[in-house]
């Protein structure tokens, strides 16, 4: 059974960065589409960014410039590169596959931007 597990998050200052990892337990990574996803409080989960198995990323307008999705297939994980981090990215990050299988939702990862 594939599982997913996301870590590298933190408390950090408005501007600064974070990498986030998700490590799968299986190859799920190379063969599919993979996205992150945020919920912050009081809000409904969002694709933030997404890579396919080919390479190419996509991106939500409100990170676009400033995060950066990336994969090691050896590794089977994937990355996301947070930079200029503004307070309202604060939110628990998930990864999964795009479209999602309701069985890979993780613990997921807490990222805290302070103003």
């Known amino acids: 059974q594939v599982q997913l597990v996301e870590s590298g998050g933190g408390l950090v200052q408005g501007g600064g960065s974070l990498r986030l990892s998700c490590a799968a337990s299986?190859?799920?990574?190379?063969?599919?589409?993979m996205g992150w996803y945020r919920q912050a409080p009081g809000k409904q989960r969002e694709l933030v960014a997404s890579?396919?198995?080919?390479?190419?990323?996509n991106y939500a307008d409100s990170v676009k410039g400033r995060f950066t999705i990336s994969r090691d297939n050896a590794k089977n994980t994937v990355y996301l590169q947070m930079n200029s981090l503004k307070p309202e990215d604060t939110a628990v990050y998930y990864c999964n596959t795009m479209p999602v299988l309701r069985q890979l939702w993780g613990q997921g990862t807490l990222v805290t931007v302070s103003s």
């Open positions: 299986g190859r799920i990574v190379s063969i599919n589409t």
């Open positions: 890579i396919t198995s080919g390479g190419s990323t």
